[in-house]
């Protein structure tokens, strides 16, 4: 009788489980930096965090310096301009920058910093997004969602991309 309990037990356990991993959709998601060349240029790890998505960015053989980094709408990064990535994700339909009162959207991100030998890493968190399927703030939506990265550095205030010239990279979002 207890045995049998006992497996009762933990076949609910384990059916909870399962259940959440399709209801939640992915913990984590990755991302593959390319430049124009179809070089890769870095990776992205992205988990979820519980005020919104944590992302560890890392960059080789970029131009040193500042550059504006957003997450944006569309998960298509067709070189040379990437246009196709679409603008910041903004499912709150907010205004862009970090430092604006009517900011920011849900991709604006602190800028990246790249070294005098290419080399760039940025830790941030999505504030608002999630990677649950089927919320319209996840960054795996059925359109998909990528990492741009910029010539120029963001300043953090001028809608709707602060200045931040052309697109130097992008990475497609996908869910592990
Ligand atoms: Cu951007």
């Not at 500042?66 to 067709?78: L, Q, T």
């Not at 940025?122 to 919320?135: H, I």
């Amino acid at each position: 009788m207890r045995r049998t309990l006992l497996l009762a037990g933990l076949l609910l356990l384990f059916g909870n489980f399962a259940l959440a991993g399709e209801k939640g959709g992915a913990a984590s998601a990755e991302a593959v930096i390319k430049d124009p060349g179809g070089k890769t240029a870095g990776t992205s790890v992205l988990t979820q965090a519980a005020q919104g998505v944590d992302m560890v960015v890392e960059v080789s053989q970029l131009p040193p310096g500042s550059h504006g980094i957003h997450v944006h709408a569309i998960g298509k990064c067709d070189p040379p301009d990437f246009k196709t990535a679409g603008g910041h994700f903004n499912p709150h339909t907010k205004k862009h920058g970090l430092k604006s009162p009517e900011g920011a959207h849900t991709g604006d991100l602190p800028n990246l910093v790249v070294g005098p030998d290419g080399t760039g890493k940025l830790s941030a968190t999505v504030v608002g997004a999630t990677l649950e399927r089927g919320n319209p703030a996840s960054l795996l939506n059925p359109n998909g969602t990528s990492i741009i990265i910029h010539a120029k550095a963001d300043d953090e205030v001028t809608d709707p991309s602060g200045n931040s010239g052309d697109r130097i990279a992008c990475g497609i979002i996908t869910g592990k």
